[in-house]
Nanobody, 125 residues
Framework: QVQLIETGGGLVQAGDSLRLSCAAS????????MGWFRQAPGKEREFVAS????????FYADSVKGRFTISRDMAKNTVFLQMNSLKPEDTAVYYC??????????????????WGQGTQVTVSS
């Protein structure tokens, strides 16, 4: 099992930037990839971005391509989500998640076995 703790959320204005961090502990050596998901009030959880642990391959939702960047620091077992040009529609609780299996779609939250508690991001217009 992997424990995940997200930090970095907050209240910003449209056009601002934020960087989220996700610190992993526990059985991190078994992790194949880590991802960021978000859930806005009244909406379903949606995929934001993911990165493979070893190769650093990245995947993004169309809605954040060109604005968000996911990266990792393997030495610190930490994954980051740099969010630029934030929009009000980016407002949501952002969750970090980890998966162990290398097969399946990166956007599929059901393939992620470990989740953080979430951090709130609010973008005002």
């Amino acid at each position: 099992q992997v424990q995940l703790i997200e930090t970095g959320g907050g209240l910003v204005q449209a056009g601002d930037s934020l960087r989220l961090s996700c610190a992993a502990s526990g059985r991190t050596s078994s992790t194949y990839a880590m991802g960021w998901f978000r859930q806005a009030p009244g909406k379903e959880r949606e995929f934001v971005a993911s990165i493979t642990r070893s190769g650093g391959n990245t995947f993004y939702a169309d809605s954040v391509k060109g604005r968000f960047t996911i990266s990792r620091d393997m030495a610190k077992n930490t994954v980051f989500l740099q969010m630029n040009s934030l929009k009000p529609e980016d407002t949501a609780v952002y969750y970090c998640a980890a998966r162990s299996f290398p097969w399946g779609d990166h956007w599929n939250g059901r393939l992620y076995s470990d989740w953080g508690q979430g951090t709130q991001v609010t973008v005002s217009s």
